[in-house]
């Protein structure tokens, strides 16, 4: 029926995403990561793409499965810094959800803080961020550094997009609905 694509909000859903693609008649994105072969193509090479993750040891240990079956090459160190933030004040609830409710203005100043730091020493070109909760801090961290910051959602909108009428279509359809119904 309406079914434009299957997606997944979490990095580590790669894992998925060939047994996914192959079952699918769909466009699949099992992962926020698959933007980044995309991201680093597009933008001009100078500085690297910072990615952010929940946990940097598990991301770079599922590489094999990012490098084979993905084809993301989030270990070069050339176009990725990985940066986790699993020792982040505030986002270990991520991790153990026992801990209770996440306490977002303290994690979005904290990831603030970080990536400011990271940019004053290395050139970013972009941000990258896998992990699911990051998506709620996205508008923050484009406001606070000016780059483009790319999650899941914008994963989403770039495969929808592609699926659905142009603006342009959409109002010339209105446009020809309301002449119609004035004709009437």
Known sequence: GGLI????????MLFYQQLV???ASVPCFMSPL???????????????????TANKSSLLAARKVLLTEA???????????IEGLDDLDGFETVANPTLGKMDQPKVEAGILERVRKIIATTPIRAVLSECTE???????????????VYDVVTC?????AASMPSFAATMLKQQQLHQAAAAA
């Open 5 to 12: 694509g299957i997606a997944g909000n979490c990095g580590f």
């Open 21 to 23: 693609r192959r079952l």
């Open 34 to 52: 698959m933007q980044a072969p995309l991201i680093s193509g597009a933008l001009p090479p100078t500085g690297k793409i910072l990615l952010l």
């Open 71 to 81: 084809a993301v090459r989030v270990d070069d160190p050339e176009q990725f810094l």
């Open 134 to 148: 990051l998506p709620a801090f996205s508008d923050a961290l484009r406001c606070a550094t000016s780059l483009p």
């Open 156 to 160: 989403l909108n770039f495969f929808s």
